[in-house]
C-alpha cells in the first residue's frame, strides 16, 4: 500500500509530539523548584510517611506550607490485608513519627522533587539532627524500603 505524503508528514508529526510529551514527563518528575537542603518548621503528620512542613522559598520571606512524601519506602498499614505484624507497627508508626519529628533540634528537606512549583505537594527525605525519618521507620520495623516484594510477610 502507498503511503500519501499527507500521511507521512502527519505520521512524523504525532511521533514528534509523542516524543516531546514524553520528555515533558521526564522532565516534570525530576523538577526541582528548591534545590539544596533546607530548614523546614514541621506543622503536622498526616501519616508516618506524610508530613506537612513550612519553610522560607528564599531570602524575600516568602514561606510556603507543602505535604512532603517520603520516596522510597512503605510504611505499615492497618488493612484487612494486613498481617498481625504489619497491624501492630501501623498502629506504632504514626506516634514515632510524630516523637522523632517534634524531638528534634533541627528538620531539614532536600531537593524536594514536584510536578510543577505550583504543587502543594512534593518528596524528599525528612532529615533531622538525628537522622532521616525514613531510616528510623525502617530501623525500627515500621517502614521497609519499597523495592521489598510486598507479598513478604511483615514477621520474620
Known sequence: MKT???WRRTGWAMVC???LSVSI???AATFIPYPGKRPVTLVRLDAPDRVVVTFNTDATGFFRTLVIKLPGIVVARDT?????CEREAAQKALPFAQGFLESAKEIY???MRMENSADDEAVSLI???KGSLSSALIKEG???PASIDPDTPWCK
Not at 484487612?80 to 498481625?84: G, N, T
Open 4 to 6: 500519501t505524503g499527507l
Open 17 to 19: 509530539v509523542l516524543a
Open 25 to 27: 514527563q521526564a522532565i
Open 80 to 84: 484487612p490485608q494486613s498481617d498481625d
Open 109 to 111: 528537606v532536600e531537593d
Open 127 to 129: 532529615l533531622t539532627d
Open 142 to 144: 515500621l517502614a521497609r
